[in-house]
């Protein structure tokens, strides 16, 4: 029996908002998604009332769950500031969980500084370093870092897992050709996509490409949180974020929140690229997540056919921009057509040509990373 989506607004009718009024009639709901008994809608409010519509998302998401053939419901509290309205107040839970990770939880900010209902930072169970890819700025190849990047942990002997965390524009199933939708398990948690030896998850297996767009908000916590905790991982050494490009109030309230060992941030060597790796780096200064290094994509241009090197853009930049920082500099990738034509094609250089040079790259940056993470592995 398939699920439609006048059920489901049947269901949320049932809901009434803090302020009394059915939450159908509140004029807080995004279009409502149904496909294949799976459930996903955002409830946008003013971050200042963003609290108490915290308990109205877990009632909609019962109601939704209770609904027969309904496999899972992803709903998503957004929170938007209204111009002109107070910051939201802040707000004090119990600390999260960190035993475990002592040297990392004693570099981290006081829980929930962004007042977000979803702000938690306990630690994944299973995951032993939650790590993210960043950049400034968009397309300076992020996700073709982040994919290949877990696959160089991966053939260090680390068990890794992807989360394609850019809800607003998810690439990760174009990466990995990944076109299968999760199975769900017996605790109804989705069961992410085996792919290359690499546990994948993506927003981009559940909803199309273009409908991933109404997740769209300043805030979207909570589509991540369930990405990330309703998903059974399994064990993990390391799980890679790919982050939403750019340095704003979602990505922020994301390095906030996600319980991070660290961050890295990709750069081109342009300039203007460099000026927002270096906000990038100071988002995640911020929020205390050590920065685990600058990766330089795009570093120079190798020929297909000749393999010589270009350095068209001034190389070198985001060496010394490090240098500079004071964080690790990790390597440097070249602009190269055979990284460009496998990412594209769903097979990522470093699964497709293990023993080429491009692989080798991706093995050293894990390397340093991992030797990073090396207590945080050793202690899981
Ligand atoms: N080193 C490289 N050599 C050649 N092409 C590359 C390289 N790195 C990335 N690309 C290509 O550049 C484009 C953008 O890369 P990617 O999608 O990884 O960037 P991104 O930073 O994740 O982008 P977005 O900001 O949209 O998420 C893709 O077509 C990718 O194949
Ligand atoms: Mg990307």
Known sequence: MSVTQQQVLEALASVRSPRGVALTNADVLSPVTVSDGKVFFSINVDATEARAWETVRAQAEGVVKAIPGVASAM???????KAGSPPPP????????THGVAPVAAHRPPPNPAGSPMARQSEIPGIAAVIAVASGKGGVGKSTTALNLALGLRD????????????YGPSVPRLTGIREKPAL??????????????????????VEEDTAMIWRGPMVMSAITQMLRDVAWGTLDVL?????????????????????????????????SLIDARRGLAMFTKVNVPVLGIVENMSYFQCPHCGTRSDIFGHGGARHE???????????????????ATSDSGNPIV????????AAIYRAIGAKVRDQLRDAIAAA
């Open 185 to 206: 398990n017996a605790d109804r948690k989705m069961i992410p996509i085996e792919r290359f030896g690499l546990a994948v998850m993506s927003i981009g297996f559940l």
């Open 351 to 358: 699964a497709s040509e293990p023993d080429g040079p491009h």
């Open 240 to 272: 890679v974020v790919d982050m939403p490009p750019g340095t704003g109030d979602a990505q922020l309230t994301l390095a906030q929140n996600v319980p991070l060992k660290g961050a890295i941030i990709v750069s081109t060597p342009q300039d203007l």
């Open 322 to 340: 490090a240098e500079r920082l004071g964080v690790p500099f990790l390597g440097e990738i070249p602009l190269h057509m055979a990284i460009r």
């Open 90 to 97: 802040p707000h004090r839970h119990a600390p999260g969980h």
């Open 156 to 167: 260090l002997g680390l068990r890794v897992g992807l989360l394609d965390a850019d809800i």
């Open 75 to 81: 709903i998503a509290l957004t929170a938007e500031r």
